[in-house]
């Protein structure tokens, strides 16, 4: 006999192949809930006697093939709920079974080369399942036809592909391949996200604050222009602001991208050994720039407690600066003549990875340019799959009319995943020289925004809340800010386009 | 002092102190007193269980910060030998099985979620049939998120029932629901109005009235 899992993928797949006719078929269900409740019902009670069974009520019917798949789903609902179930438990041994996989594989189904079957909720959501008590796109005004995802016809299971097909590393490049992997990291834990009372504090640290903090190198190769940024040793800054932040209680860590070398990521690390037996920092997440095989690679490494590598992820998306932000950002050649482009200088990843991390929830890294793409990103918020989405990036101040706003929103406002997004504070200089150069004194940044924190909205009607954390570019002791996760005190960001334009240093 | 100590003080008990627990735990290790060791860690197990069995939650929070506190403080230690290891070994599935015991919370008895609050408004609002989870936002005036926070609880309990009507979930009441005035309501189960024949297995619930409200 099938175990339920392997019966899912299978039937999936057919209903993936039938889209069309699953969108029409769903609509019709969603208007005739007396007919829904016969076929979960006729599912629920062949799945009772095994999955023999329900396979061969399927058949080739449509609407039992989804009845079907949505029963495997209803299956594994206790697995995905934070309260116990005290309901009858059919197919016990292949609960165990289940359990089993997902602790050994990460993953309920037994082929790898399917992708890998895993609760669609992460941890914060075990409580509260938000996805059926917001459904995307169903009565929603201005919902295309085309938003149909079969993925919303399932609660408790989503199919993490082996990869996704994702925009060009450059303009003109043709899309790639990545591989998509979700990462179940066992660890003693003791923080349970899943408590609906949990309100973490989250840590920032800019770390490069002035200018040469973060140099940008400019050179010229294939007759064009490329720039390279590079982080000073702050080590010693780095500590101190991890201590000062295990002093407030800081549960999540985030420094932004390139922020950091390896003498710097090696104090970040020894400063989270020495809170790690009393303190409360459970994972930092650090934006490094290192040499792999001789090429740069721009990546985010997370931390665990100790400060032990727990995972990472690499930039996905080049950053290519065109004239206005070279001009924003005053970036010269060695003559002192500004660049009309500017090529980032990186090896780009060819993984994603979705991490579960016991202290913290489900966990994906988009580092800069990789928010605002819409695979992985949109792909993200959209299976409101992740608790978290952090996004380190390099830029002038953020600010709730910044690109960052709007893509951290707009996620925001599609899934149901917190959004974090961490700045240094280095470009915020060379973008206030370039304003004072052109008389443009008011959009000069005083309060260099270092952190945003978005809470999705809990439905239609509701708004996503933010917090900006600023500090002052003057004087930007201590050297980080942090935030509780109590965005009842935030205010409520706008629908729809953050209001204001654009700074020309904004991407 | 927090909160729940000074209650605890108020009414005459001292709380648990598992943190000195852990801090002999490890000051056992360290001198390499194994027999102590040992008997500080099945001390750890007892409590656990017993916090398990009587659901205190922040007994079990407590018990989680020791196990993960001294099971860094292991793995941290240069060199350990491998009753060192041992010992850090059953730290670690001590803290797993205390994870999972907080993963998992009964819900709330079927009496108390039909008393009051959202769930008891969730469940009157259900007296008129099946609604799905943004028609029951608009007819109990709640909140998205506390509709769904409290419908998971009410399925574990048993007091709901749900099913897929392509991306919607349909949700009924279920079994007998506790009386606010006393005993229970054992409610009809009659699917989606009128006609017999769309009758679904007596599982699946549909109610037409609450007995207490003829």
Not at chain 1, 187 to 204: E, K, L, N
Not at chain 1, 311 to 328: A, N, P
Not at chain 2, 9 to 36: E, K, N
């Given at each position: 006999?099938?175990?339920?899992?392997?019966?899912?993928?299978e039937?999936?797949?057919?209903?993936?192949?039938?889209?069309d006719e699953?969108?029409?078929l769903?609509q019709?269900?969603?208007?005739?809930?007396?007919?829904?409740?016969?076929?979960?019902?006729?599912?629920?009670?062949?799945?009772?006697?095994?999955?023999s069974?329900l396979?061969?009520?399927?058949?080739?019917?449509?609407?039992q093939?989804?009845?079907?798949?949505?029963?495997?789903?209803?299956?594994f609902?206790?697995?995905a709920?934070?309260?116990?179930?005290?309901?009858?438990?059919?197919?016990?041994?292949?609960?165990?079974?289940?359990?089993?996989?997902?602790?050994?594989?990460g993953r309920?189904?037994?082929?790898?080369?399917?992708?890998?079957?895993?609760?669609?909720?992460?941890?914060?959501?075990?409580?509260m399942?938000?996805?059926?008590t917001?459904?995307?796109?169903?009565?929603?005004?201005?919902?295309?036809?085309?938003?149909?995802d079969?993925?919303?016809?399932?609660?408790?299971?989503?199919?993490?592909?082996?990869?996704?097909?994702?925009?060009?590393?450059?303009?003109?490049?043709p899309?790639?391949?990545?591989?998509?992997e979700?990462?179940?990291?066992a660890?003693?834990?003791?923080?349970?996200?899943?408590?609906p009372a949990?309100t973490?504090?989250?840590?920032?640290v800019?770390?490069?604050e002035?200018?040469?903090?973060?140099?940008?190198?400019q050179?010229?190769?294939?007759g064009?222009?490329?720039?390279?940024?590079?982080?000073?040793?702050?080590?010693?800054?780095?500590?101190e602001a991890?201590?000062?932040l295990?002093?407030?209680?800081?549960?999540?860590?985030?420094f932004?991208?390139?922020?950091?070398?390896?003498?710097?990521l090696?104090?970040i690390?020894?400063?989270?050994r020495?809170?790690?037996?009393?303190?409360?920092?459970r994972y930092?997440?650090v934006?490094?720039?290192?040499?792999?095989?001789?090429?740069?690679?721009?990546?985010a490494?997370l931390?665990?407690?100790?400060?032990?590598?727990?995972?990472?992820?690499?930039?996905?998306?080049?950053?290519?600066?065109?004239?206005?932000?070279c001009?924003?950002?005053?970036?010269?050649?060695?003559?002192?003549?500004?660049?009309?482009?500017?090529r980032?200088?990186?090896?780009?990843?060819?993984?994603?990875?979705l991490?579960?991390?016991p202290?913290?929830?489900r966990l994906?890294v988009?580092?800069?340019?990789?928010?605002?793409r819409?695979?992985?990103?949109?792909?993200?918020?959209?299976g409101?799959m992740?608790?978290?989405?952090?996004?380190?990036?390099?830029d002038?101040?953020?600010?709730?009319?910044?690109?960052?706003?709007?893509?951290?929103?707009?996620?925001?406002?599609?899934?149901?995943c917190?959004?974090i997004?961490?700045?240094s504070?280095?470009?915020?200089?060379?973008?206030?020289?370039?304003?004072?150069?052109?008389g443009?004194?008011?959009?000069?940044?005083?309060?260099?925004?270092?952190?945003?924190l978005?809470?999705?909205?809990?439905?239609?009607?509701?708004?996503?809340?933010?917090?900006?954390?600023t500090?002052?570019?003057?004087?930007?002791?201590?050297?980080?800010?942090?935030?509780?996760?109590?965005?009842?005190?935030?205010?409520?960001?706008?629908?729809?386009?953050?209001?204001?334009?654009?700074?020309e240093?904004?991407e | 002092?927090?909160?729940?100590d000074?209650?605890?003080?108020?009414?005459?008990f001292?709380?648990?102190?598992?943190?000195?627990?852990?801090d002999?735990?490890?000051?056992?290790?360290?001198?390499?007193?194994?027999?102590?060791?040992?008997?500080?860690?099945?001390?750890?197990?007892?409590?656990?269980?017993?916090?398990?069995?009587?659901n205190?939650?922040?007994?079990l929070?407590?018990?989680a910060?020791?196990?993960?506190?001294?099971?860094?403080?292991?793995?941290?230690?240069?060199?350990?030998?491998?009753?060192?290891?041992?010992?850090?070994?059953?730290?670690?599935?001590?803290?797993?099985?205390?994870?999972?015991?907080?993963?998992?919370?009964?819900?709330?008895?079927?009496e108390?979620?039909?008393a009051?609050?959202?769930?008891?408004?969730?469940?009157?609002?259900?007296?008129?049939?099946?609604?799905?989870?943004?028609?029951?936002?608009?007819?109990?005036?709640?909140?998205?998120?506390?509709?769904?926070?409290?419908?998971?609880?009410?399925?574990a309990?048993?007091?709901?029932?749900?099913?897929?009507?392509g991306?919607?979930?349909?949700n009924a009441?279920?079994?007998?629901?506790?009386?606010?005035?006393?005993?229970?309501?054992?409610f009809?189960?009659k699917?989606?109005?009128?006609?017999?024949?769309?009758?679904?297995?007596?599982?699946?619930?549909?109610v037409?009235?609450?007995?207490?409200?003829?």
């Amino acid at each position: 006999m099938k175990n339920p899992a392997d019966l899912f993928m299978e039937l999936w797949r057919r209903l993936q192949e039938r889209q069309d006719e699953v969108r029409t078929l769903a609509q019709q269900l969603e208007a005739d809930h007396a007919r829904a409740g016969q076929l979960a019902d006729e599912a629920a009670e062949r799945l009772r006697s095994g999955t023999s069974a329900l396979e061969e009520w399927a058949g080739s019917r449509l609407d039992q093939t989804l009845a079907a798949a949505q029963a495997i789903d209803a299956w594994f609902a206790p697995l995905a709920s934070r309260y116990d179930v005290q309901a009858e438990d059919p197919l016990p041994a292949e609960r165990l079974e289940a359990r089993r996989r997902l602790n050994r594989d990460g993953r309920f189904n037994t082929d790898p080369a399917d992708g890998q079957l895993i609760l669609r909720p992460g941890l914060l959501a075990r409580a509260m399942n938000i996805r059926e008590t917001a459904p995307l796109n169903i009565n929603s005004q201005g919902a295309e036809p085309d938003e149909f995802d079969p993925v919303d016809l399932f609660t408790n299971l989503l199919v993490v592909p082996p990869g996704l097909t994702i925009g060009a590393e450059r303009e003109g490049d043709p899309d790639r391949r990545i591989a998509v992997e979700y990462r179940r990291i066992a660890a003693v834990s003791d923080q349970d996200p899943s408590d609906p009372a949990w309100t973490p504090i989250v840590g920032v640290v800019p770390l490069a604050e002035a200018e040469d903090d973060l140099a940008i190198r400019q050179f010229r190769r294939d007759g064009e222009d490329w720039y390279d940024p590079t982080p000073r040793d702050l080590g010693r800054r780095a500590a101190e602001a991890v201590a000062g932040l295990a002093a407030q209680g800081a549960n999540f860590v985030l420094f932004p991208e390139v922020s950091a070398g390896p003498e710097t990521l090696s104090a970040i690390q020894q400063a989270l050994r020495a809170q790690a037996v009393d303190g409360p920092i459970r994972y930092a997440l650090v934006g490094v720039k290192e040499e792999v095989a001789g090429r740069p690679r721009n990546r985010a490494i997370l931390l665990d407690r100790c400060g032990r590598m727990a995972g990472s992820q690499t930039k996905l998306h080049c950053w290519d600066l065109d004239s206005d932000q070279c001009r924003s950002y005053d970036l010269r050649d060695r003559n002192g003549r500004l660049l009309d482009c500017a090529r980032e200088d990186i090896e780009t990843g060819d993984r994603f990875t979705l991490f579960e991390l016991p202290d913290l929830g489900r966990l994906a890294v988009a580092i800069c340019e990789d928010l605002g793409r819409t695979e992985p990103s949109a792909w993200i918020a959209s299976g409101m799959m992740v608790d978290w989405l952090v996004t380190p990036v390099m830029d002038s101040g953020l600010t709730t009319g910044r690109w960052q706003a709007k893509e951290g929103g707009a996620s925001s406002r599609a899934g149901y995943c917190r959004v974090i997004v961490a700045n240094s504070m280095a470009l915020s200089h060379r973008f206030n020289r370039y304003c004072r150069a052109n008389g443009e004194e008011d959009k000069v940044i005083e309060d260099c925004g270092v952190a945003l924190l978005f809470q999705p909205r809990a439905s239609q009607a509701g708004a996503p809340h933010i917090q900006c954390l600023t500090l002052p570019l003057s004087d930007p002791a201590p050297g980080y800010v942090h935030a509780r996760w109590m965005p009842a005190d935030w205010p409520a960001l706008p629908d729809g386009e953050p209001e204001g334009p654009e700074p020309e240093g904004g991407e | 002092m927090s909160a729940l100590d000074s209650a605890f003080q108020r009414l005459g008990f001292q709380r648990l102190d598992f943190q000195r627990l852990g801090d002999d735990l490890l000051d056992a290790i360290g001198r390499q007193d194994w027999a102590v060791a040992d008997a500080e860690l099945e001390t750890l197990a007892q409590e656990a269980v017993a916090a398990m069995v009587a659901n205190r939650r922040d007994d079990l929070a407590a018990l989680a910060r020791v196990a993960a506190r001294c099971h860094t403080a292991l793995s941290l230690r240069d060199d350990p030998g491998g009753e060192d290891l041992h010992r850090q070994g059953q730290l670690r599935a001590f803290a797993v099985m205390i994870a999972a015991a907080r993963g998992r919370t009964p819900p709330r008895p079927a009496e108390s979620l039909s008393a009051s609050g959202t769930s008891a408004a969730i469940l009157t609002a259900l007296k008129s049939g099946p609604q799905t989870c943004p028609a029951l936002v608009e007819a109990t005036g709640l909140s998205a998120e506390q509709v769904g926070s409290v419908l998971p609880e009410l399925r574990a309990a048993g007091l709901v029932r749900s099913w897929p009507a392509g991306r919607l979930t349909v949700n009924a009441l279920q079994g007998k629901i506790p009386s606010p005035r006393g005993g229970e309501g054992d409610f009809t189960i009659k699917a989606f109005g009128q006609d017999d024949s769309v009758l679904l297995s007596p599982k699946a619930a549909s109610v037409q009235t609450a007995p207490d409200s003829r």
